[in-house]
């Protein structure tokens, strides 16, 4: 079986609360999914068209290929099964590969051991009709198995991605506490913002939003910085349609916008980090930044979105002097934001009372294990004699 011309169930994964926005965008790349869940989508599609997806997605994690689904009651019956797949057709046997799973099985009290079955399938198949065993270890950078096990429910995938897709891989500093890639992209999808007006993002940290926000203005995507991904290392692989597709991308992004992208942080070390991360992602001279406190941030006559990620409490700062920040983003948002819409995305509802402000729309997310949330403001001067954030 030639899985690059094999259509197969295809599961695309990402981060809880993310899956509207990455079916939004699995959908403008004329792909149909079958079903969306909590932490993904479902399609049916081939190695070589998971290519595509993986260039493209902004919100996904994983793009896994699924090769087979069996019942397994414990680990014997899971390595039997795995051992008949032809792994010599897949993996080359001078290669690397490396296995994750999602388990719970009672048999299995670590994932780890669930691995190291799978792993000992894909040698032993390999060895038995080769003659010589491929090597395997933790690294996610050649071919990655992916094993997916409830109860006496099994399915073997490959997974296409390798390394996190949710990483954009421009961000070489991080900051503090930074924001993943995919779920900025999530947030500021989640504000219907129209690409081609004012973007501004106070307290701007290492520059993610606002990175993240250039880019989807010029149309440039995730696989545009990367150069490795699970597909190259599967036999069969053919890297022109590869090239063909970043071409593709290449082809349509821009260089230019129209409007104006503005990022301001206090601290001269974020705003000299974000610069460096905006200037890996070529889009350096696309971002007004500068340091300052925020309520001194420009705010063009031109209105579109102003967004806050502030701290919450929950790693960072102290929740008394947070108190008094959330009122002044308030304040600025009242004074000097009218006609734009604000956005404040928070783990920490009290603090989000003293913003002072009634929220149009709570939209839910995850930043990591934190309970978030984005909340939408309509600056019109009649918000002014809105006295409560409702949350």
Known sequence: MSVFQTESKIIITCNKRLAPYLQQEVEELGFTPTRVFQTGIELQATVTETISLNLNLRCASQILYSLHSFTAAGP???????????????IDFSGYFSVTSNVNNEHILTPLFANVKVKDAIVDR?????????????????????????????????????????????????????????????????????RKSTFINPMCGSGTLAIE????????????????????????????????????????????????????????????????????????????????DFEETPVPEEPGVVMF????????????????????????????????????????????????LRAARRIEFYNGKLDCRLLEYELYQGSKREPREDI
């Open 309 to 356: 990620n502030p701290e919450y409490g929950e790693r960072l700062g102290v929740h008394t002097k947070l108190e008094a920040t959330y009122k002044r983003i308030g304040d600025f948002m009242k004074k000097k934001c009218l006609d734009y819409r604000g956005y404040i995305f928070t783990g920490n509802p009290d603090l989000a009372k003293k913003i002072g």
């Open 76 to 90: 014997q019956e899971l390595y039997d099964e795995l051992v008949k797949i032809e792994w010599e057709t897949l």
């Open 213 to 292: 926000a250039a880019l989807m203005a010029t149309d440039k995507h995730p696989g545009l910085f990367r150069m490795n991904y699970g597909f190259m290392h599967i036999m069969g692989y053919d890297e022109q349609i590869f090239f063909a597709e970043r071409r593709i991308l290449k082809d349509k992004s821009k260089k230019d916008i129209g409007f104006r992208i503005i990022a301001t942080d206090i601290s001269q070390d974020a705003v000299e980090v974000s610069e460096k991360n905006a200037r890996t992602a070529g889009v350096e001279h696309l971002i007004e930044f500068s340091v300052c």
């Open 126 to 194: 390999i060895k038995s009709v080769k003659g010589i065993r491929p090597n395997s270890g933790s690294d996610a950078n050649k071919t990655v198995i992916h094993l997916y096990w409830q109860d006496d429910k099994a399915e073997i995938f490959l997974d296409t991605s390798g390394e996190t897709l949710a990483k954009h891989s421009y961000r070489k500093i991080p900051g503090k506490a930074p924001m993943l890639e995919a779920l900025a992209t999530s947030t500021i999808m989640a504000t219907n913002w129209d």
